[in-house]
Structure formats: structure tokens, C-alpha cells
Nanobody
Framework: QVQLVESGGGLVQAGGSLRLSCAAS????????MGWYRQAPGKQRELVAT???????NYATSVKGRFTISRDNAKNTVFLQMNSLKPEDTAVYYCNADIQWYAYWGQGTQVTVSS
């Protein structure tokens, strides 16, 4: 059984920073890509950023230059450093991991940015 557990969400003022973490645990032999998605009220879930096992990254245009994704392969953990946060970044953020060719999701963590 594989689990993804997220942490680090919360309430922050516009211009502030937050760091999200997501740790994978269970019967894990290999993790391919890991990433972060978000879903705002009334909107579809959208990609925020992804990172391959080799460290190649991809970002949504709306977060480029403000967010940084990274991972610690030894700890099966992915991070999302979010700087210069805007009210439009408010959403539930979900961790995703491709583990042994199956896509796993975390339970989500709320990020709220006040203006």
C-alpha cells in the first residue's frame, strides 16, 4: 500500500511564501515523475509543476519564476516552494507521484492567500 502525505499548507498574505512537502511511503521500488496540482473552487484541477526522477522540471506559466519544485529521492519526498503568492493561487494543492507505473494522489492541502 502506497500513501502520499502532504503538509505545509495554510493561510498567508499576498506576497508571502509557503513550502509544501509530500512524502511517499509504503511498498516503493521506484518513483518516476512527481508533481503538484491544484484545484480552486468551481475550477478544474490544473498542473502546477512536475519533476522527473532525473530532476527535469516543468511549470505552469502562471507560476513560473515564483514557484520551485524539488525532490529528495532518498526520502521519496517532493517539495514546492511558493514565493510571491497571489490571491489567485488560493486552492487545494494535491501531490501526485508515478510509482511503479501507477499514479497516486495525496489527500490535498489547502493554501489560502489573502489580499
Amino acid at each position: 500500500q502506497v500513501q502520499l502525505v502532504e503538509s505545509g499548507g495554510g493561510l498567508v498574505q499576498a506576497g508571502g511564501s509557503l513550502r509544501l512537502s509530500c512524502a511517499a511511503s509504503g511498498s516503493i521500488f521506484s518513483i518516476n515523475a512527481m508533481g503538484w496540482y491544484r484545484q480552486a473552487p468551481g475550477k478544474q484541477r490544473e498542473l502546477v509543476a512536475t519533476i522527473t526522477s532525473g530532476g527535469s522540471t516543468n511549470y505552469a506559466t502562471s507560476v513560473k519564476g515564483r514557484f520551485t519544485i524539488s525532490r529528495d529521492n532518498a526520502k521519496n519526498t517532493v517539495f514546492l516552494q511558493m514565493n510571491s503568492l497571489k490571491p489567485e493561487d488560493t486552492a487545494v494543492y494535491y501531490c501526485n507521484a508515478d510509482i511503479q507505473w501507477y499514479a497516486y494522489w495525496g489527500q490535498g492541502t489547502q493554501v489560502t492567500v489573502s489580499s
